[in-house]
């Protein structure tokens, strides 16, 4: 591959000598006389180095100039300073502003050429560091999402596919599933990569407190306020900003989002200068925004801002394929931070759990496998070691009736058993509340409550 180097000089003669000397080492040389036409071609075309004169015409600092350009343009782009005024200052100087060398005139025409080759080996070598990071985190940052099944298969590109996007994306799924894991996958895999990534729980703080966190607020501008605070726009500067559970956001502050979205300018709270960010903004909640805005709990030109690329993450039992290899994973997780060796997990355990509904998603199968961990003898995950309501589950899966026995069944003692067992893990995973547990079931309150008496489960 041929190599493309640009020359920019106001003085001809110099210009055609860098032709001529860099043209014999097969480098490809444009030269021009001054700084526009530089920059119109690099706007235009990717060269390997530039090489720019300091002073051109009547402009003593034109070449910091480019340097400026090329900075925040083609920033992989190297630069060599040349000039016949140097000094220690001016080298410093030009170095700051993005210049991977600096030459005095009149040069050697080997010292030029070396500049040129170790400027583009120093490059290359660069890009090459910056792929290989790259598809460590690709590897690293996807193999966190477990599991084989479709859903995730498709979750994983999904998130390749919009990760180097500057639009917003809005995660939709259960409690439970992942949705941080997923913000972080897409954090992970964007050039934003290097910056921060931020998180914060909308719903974890009350609406004064909350401005504050995001904003950021001056001295003296509420109760409390000793001493300036950067908000977390500020702290994610250049990175991203993860703004979990959305629909808790109180409407007031969603107008300020609005604004923040709109201008990229934050206001602290009691400050009248605005800061200029550069921030990603990725949403997540458990609830449906679509409703919310029918009913007037959430704006509707907020939720089209944050609503351009939706990904929904599968609920754990829309993926029951993926739950002994996330068994395994966890298991692995847990035994090794408690300073266990190798656990295996029986067979009739990694049934339960797979016949399991987890309403809870991911996070509940990790919080099981954590206290079966704990309680396991010998290095051997048990479903004993499991808690009642994951076995009762599958006693009830166990005993399921595929066709009708010759001698007949007791239909009624079977199906009052497989809705003890939903009712009791319904009533435990929403701590008692018959609304939702009902919810769950897909009952009414009042078919619930029949169905409590009738199994003589009012006391639970």
């Given at each position: 591959?041929?190599?493309?180097?640009?020359?920019?000089?106001?003085?001809?003669?110099?210009?055609?000598?860098?032709?001529?000397?860099?043209?014999?080492?097969?480098?490809?040389?444009?030269?021009?006389?001054?700084?526009?036409?530089?920059?119109?071609r690099?706007s235009?075309?990717a060269?390997d180095?530039?090489l720019?004169d300091?002073?051109?015409?009547?402009?003593?600092?034109?070449?910091?100039g480019?340097?400026?350009?090329?900075?925040?343009?083609?920033?992989t782009t190297?630069?060599?300073m040349?000039?016949?005024?140097?000094?220690?200052?001016?080298?410093?100087?030009a170095?700051?502003?993005?210049?991977?060398?600096?030459?005095?005139?009149?040069?050697?025409?080997?010292?030029?050429?070396?500049?040129?080759?170790?400027?583009?080996?120093?490059?290359?070598?660069?890009?090459?560091?910056?792929?290989?990071?790259?598809?460590?985190?690709?590897r690293?940052?996807?193999?966190?999402?477990?599991?084989?099944s479709?859903?995730?298969?498709?979750?994983?590109?999904m998130?390749?596919?919009?990760?180097?996007?500057?639009?917003?994306?809005?995660?939709?799924?259960?409690?439970?599933?992942?949705?941080?894991l997923?913000?972080?996958?897409?954090?992970?895999?964007?050039?934003?990569?290097?910056?921060?990534?931020?998180?914060?729980?909308?719903?974890?703080?009350?609406e004064?407190?909350?401005?504050?966190?995001?904003?950021?607020?001056?001295?003296?501008?509420?109760?409390?306020?000793?001493?300036?605070?950067?908000?977390?726009f500020?702290?994610?500067?250049?990175?991203t900003?993860?703004?979990?559970?959305?629909?808790?956001?109180?409407?007031?502050?969603?107008?300020?989002?609005?604004?923040?979205?709109?201008?990229?300018?934050?206001?602290?709270?009691?400050?009248?200068?605005?800061?200029?960010?550069?921030?990603?903004?990725?949403?997540?909640?458990n609830?449906?925004l679509?409703?919310?805005?029918?009913?007037?709990?959430?704006?509707?030109?907020?939720?089209?801002?944050?609503?351009?690329?939706?990904?929904?993450?599968?609920?754990?039992?829309?993926?029951?394929?993926?739950?002994?290899?996330?068994?395994?994973?966890?298991?692995?997780?847990?035994?090794?931070?408690?300073?266990?060796?190798?656990?295996?997990?029986?067979?009739?355990?990694?049934?339960?759990?797979?016949?399991?509904?987890?309403?809870?998603?991911?996070?509940?199968?990790?919080?099981?496998?954590?206290?079966?961990?704990?309680?396991?003898?010998?290095?051997?995950?048990?479903?004993?070691?499991?808690?009642?309501?994951?076995?009762?589950?599958?006693?009830?899966?166990?005993h399921?009736?595929?066709?009708?026995?010759?001698?007949?069944?007791?239909?009624?003692?079977?199906?009052?058993?497989?809705?003890?067992?939903?009712i009791?893990?319904?009533?435990?995973?929403?701590?008692?509340s018959?609304?939702?547990?009902?919810?769950?079931?897909?009952?009414?309150?009042?078919?619930?409550?029949?169905?409590?008496?009738?199994?003589?489960?009012?006391s639970?």
């Amino acid at each position: 591959m041929q190599h493309r180097v640009l020359v920019v000089d106001d003085e001809s003669s110099m210009r055609e000598l860098l032709e001529i000397v860099l043209a014999k080492d097969g480098y490809e040389v444009i030269a021009l006389p001054n700084v526009n036409d530089a920059i119109e071609r690099l706007s235009k075309e990717a060269f390997d180095v530039v090489l720019t004169d300091l002073r051109m015409g009547t402009e003593r600092d034109a070449g910091m100039g480019l340097l400026e350009w090329i900075t925040a343009n083609n920033p992989t782009t190297p630069a060599i300073m040349m000039t016949a005024y140097g000094s220690v200052e001016t080298a410093i100087e030009a170095m700051k502003r993005g210049a991977v060398d600096y030459i005095m005139k009149p040069f050697k025409n080997d010292e030029v050429r070396l500049q040129v080759q170790r400027a583009i080996e120093q490059r290359n070598l660069k890009r090459e560091n910056q792929a290989l990071r790259k598809d460590q985190a690709n590897r690293g940052k996807l193999e966190n999402i477990v599991g084989k099944s479709r859903p995730v298969e498709e979750l994983r590109e999904m998130i390749k596919r919009v990760s180097d996007l500057p639009s917003t994306v809005a995660i939709y799924g259960e409690s439970g599933t992942g949705k941080e894991l997923v913000a972080r996958g897409i954090h992970a895999l964007s050039s934003r990569s290097p910056k921060p990534f931020v998180a914060v729980n909308c719903g974890g703080f009350p609406e004064n407190l909350l401005e504050s966190e995001l904003f950021g607020h001056k001295k003296g501008s509420f109760t409390g306020a000793y001493d300036d605070k950067e908000g977390l726009f500020v702290v994610a500067d250049g990175g991203t900003l993860f703004l979990d559970e959305i629909g808790e956001m109180p409407m007031a502050l969603q107008v300020k989002l609005l604004r923040v979205l709109d201008n990229n300018v934050v206001y602290p709270v009691g400050g009248t200068q605005g800061i200029k960010v550069d921030v990603r903004i990725i949403s997540a909640t458990n609830k449906k925004l679509d409703q919310m805005v029918k009913e007037g709990a959430f704006r509707e030109d907020l939720y089209y801002r944050l609503n351009v690329i939706p990904i929904h993450v599968p609920a754990l039992r829309d993926r029951a394929d993926d739950i002994p290899l996330l068994t395994r994973a966890f298991v692995a997780t847990h035994a090794a931070k408690m300073g266990r060796g190798p656990i295996q997990t029986s067979p009739e355990a990694e049934s339960a759990l797979q016949a399991f509904n987890w309403p809870g998603n991911v996070r509940e199968l990790m919080n099981v496998l954590e206290r079966a961990v704990a309680l396991c003898r010998d290095n051997k995950l048990e479903i004993t070691d499991l808690p009642p309501y994951v076995r009762e589950i599958a006693g009830t899966a166990a005993h399921r009736v595929e066709s009708l026995p010759d001698k007949g069944f007791d239909l009624e003692k079977y199906v009052a058993e497989i809705e003890t067992n939903l009712i009791q893990q319904a009533l435990q995973n929403t701590k008692y509340s018959q609304k939702r547990a009902a919810g769950l079931l897909g009952l009414t309150a009042r078919s619930l409550r029949y169905r409590l008496k009738k199994y003589g489960l009012e006391s639970d």
